[in-house]
Nanobody, 120 residues
Framework: QVHLVESGGGLVQAGGSLRLSCAAS????????SGWYRQAPGKQRELVAL??????NVVDSVKGRFTISRDNARNTVYLEMNSLKPEDTAVYFC???????????????WGQGTQVTVSS
């Protein structure tokens, strides 16, 4: 089983910065992709940024402001968020697509979510 634990959310003023971290623990045979989604009140969960061996995908609304990175040795993915806007307010969920054990199929894993609130 793969467990994802997020940290780094909080309350910040518009224009401020936050750094989210997500550490993966448990049995991981192969980590295919990891990243962040977010869900604002009344809205669907949306992809924010994803990193894999194929590259990095970042949603247009955060390009130039958010940076995703991964420390493979620590199985940790980060989201550096700068120039935050009130519309970035949401619960941010860590996501991983991984093969837990050899000969098993890859599946998606989710963290519990961390609240990011940006005040105007």
């Amino acid at each position: 089983q793969v467990h994802l634990v997020e940290s780094g959310g909080g309350l910040v003023q518009a224009g401020g910065s936050l750094r989210l971290s997500c550490a993966a623990s448990g049995t991981i045979f192969s980590l295919i992709a990891s990243g962040w989604y977010r869900q604002a009140p009344g809205k669907q969960r949306e992809l924010v940024a994803l990193i894999s061996n194929g590259g990095i995908n970042v949603v247009d609304s955060v390009k130039g402001r958010f940076t995703i990175s991964r420390d493979n040795a620590r199985n940790t993915v980060y989201l550096e968020m700068n120039s935050l806007k009130p519309e970035d307010t949401a619960v941010y969920f860590c996501y991983a697509f991984a093969v837990p054990l050899i000969n098993e199929k890859a599946r998606a894993y989710w963290g519990q979510g961390t609240q990011v609130t940006v005040s105007s």
